[in-house]
């Protein structure tokens, strides 16, 4: 185990130090989703950071479509729309209510919007755009 936590460290030394390409090369979902988590951490409160982790974390665990791949392993500039939906609709049927999948939405759109700006992901990528937002009823 302190190998492998050894190891993340210095992936995570070696993406913020070569400079915004390398941060691009081969990221995967889970890669952003543990970044991002990271500056939530240093940077929000402990509750933000609870609820950033456990939404980003499901969505990282997702199965998309017939895939029998995790999101979390697919490469973050990869990503798209559909995978957002289809994820925002496996909550919907075990019964989450709209207020908490639009948290879980919020989550998951505030960690690429995050990559974007840091550079972690390609300029203008914008996955989820066209998706709109989970309406919560009155």
């Not at 090369?25 to 950071?49: C, G, H, K, M, P």
């Not at 019964?95 to 639009?102: G, M, P, S």
Request: aromatic share 10%; glycine share 4%; charged share 25%.
């Amino acid at each position: 185990p302190e190998d492998a936590q050894i190891a993340f460290a210095n992936h995570l030394v070696t993406i913020r130090t070569e400079g915004p390409a390398s941060k691009q090369r081969n990221l995967t979902v889970a890669d952003l989703i543990d970044l991002f988590l990271e500056w939530v951490q240093e940077e929000r409160s402990e509750e933000t950071y609870a609820t950033r982790q456990r939404y980003c974390e499901r969505f990282a665990n997702f199965k998309t479509g017939s895939s029998k791949t995790r999101l979390g392993h697919f490469p973050a500039k990869q990503v798209c729309a559909n995978d957002l939906k289809q994820w925002r609709g496996s909550l919907n049927r075990e019964k989450f209510d709209a207020q908490t999948i639009l948290h879980a939405e919020t989550s998951v759109r505030a960690c690429f919007n995050w990559g974007l700006k840091h550079g972690y992901l390609p300029p203008n990528f914008r996955p989820f755009a066209t998706v709109e937002r989970t309406r919560v009823p009155l």
